[in-house]
């Protein structure tokens, strides 16, 4: 039995069941939203296009963005926490890249839909 928490009567108590079941965990859905939160950043998403042609280090990613290398680092920073870059160490120096090709497909996705004019 559906458990309504609004007044209202459903006109589709069987579709409502279905669809139900097929629906993820609040957790999931809670972790996308902080996913999307991080995403929805215009300097992350620089940072994260960047990435699409190569590696970058953080001096490189400061000249590319025409921004501050701590503004770069801290940015980086959320990046690697939400598991969108990761990094790797050559010497002194560390190199950021997407974590993985899901990162490139979504934003090929969703750049594809705005420019879908």
Known sequence: ????????????????????????DFDDVMELGDFFKVMGDSTRLQILMALFSSEFCVSDLSNLLNMSQSAISHQLKVLRTSKLVKQRRDGRVIYYSLDDEHIKTILDMAYAHIIER
Do not use: A, G, Q, S
């Open 1 to 24: 039995m559906i458990d309504n928490k609004c007044d209202c009567i459903p006109l589709n108590p069987e579709l409502i069941e279905d669809v139900k079941k097929n629906m993820p």
